[in-house]
C-alpha cells in the first residue's frame, strides 16, 4: 500500500446527482410572494459524500469542510455562492446556499435561485429537460493523502457550489427542498454575530 500526503493545495470539482421530489417531477420548489408572484425557486441534494469512493477517486472525511467553513464563511458572516458550471463570472452568478447541514451519507444543501439572475430562465430549462443534473463543490484540499490511487480528503476550503450536467456521484440527486450550518462544530471565537438559522456562514 503506498501513501502520499499531500504537501501544497490541490484544486478539486466534485459533481454529485440531483433528486427529484416535486409532485411535479421538478428537481425545484418554486417560491412566491404574498402576492403569489414567483421570486425564485430552490433545490436541495447532496454536495459530498463520506466515506465512499466517487467516480473522481477521491474519499471524503466527515470533518473534511469544518475549518475551511469556519475560518472564512462562518467567521465573516458570508453566503457561500452558487454559480453555473464552474464559471466565475458576473451573469453565471445564479444564486446562494441557504443551508449546508452535515447528515451520515454527507453534506446536504439547500440552494437559492432567485428570479433577476442573468441565467434564471436558462436554469429553469435545463433543470426541466434534465441537463443540469447535479451539485458540484469547487475549492482546495488543503490536507490529505493519496492511497492506492485514492484521494482521501481530510481538509477542504471550500470556495463555491455549482448546478451543473455531468455528476460524478451519481448515487446522490437533487432533492426539493447567510447557508444554515446544521451538524457542524462552532467556531473557536463564540462571539461572532450570527444567526444559524439564517445565515450561510463558513464555505
Known sequence: MNRYEI???????????LRTETPEGRAYSLRKNAEGEETGFTLSGLLTRFDSVNENDQRWQSTAYDEGLQHYFEKNNLFVPLDLQHERDIRSLAGRLESLEKTEEGILIEAYVPRGVYYYNLIKTLLDN?????????GYVTRGHITDDVLHVESFQLISASLVDVPAD?????????????????????NIPFDRELSVFWY
Do not use: D, M
Request: glycine fraction near 8%; charge should be positive.
Open 7 to 17: 504537501t501544497q493545495q490541490l484544486p478539486v470539482r466534485n459533481f454529485t446527482a
Open 130 to 138: 434534465h441537463i443540469l443534473q447535479g451539485f458540484s463543490n469547487y
Open 170 to 190: 451519481t448515487a446522490a440527486r437533487f432533492i426539493r427542498n447567510g447557508t444554515a450550518l446544521k451538524g457542524f462544530p462552532a467556531p473557536e471565537n463564540e
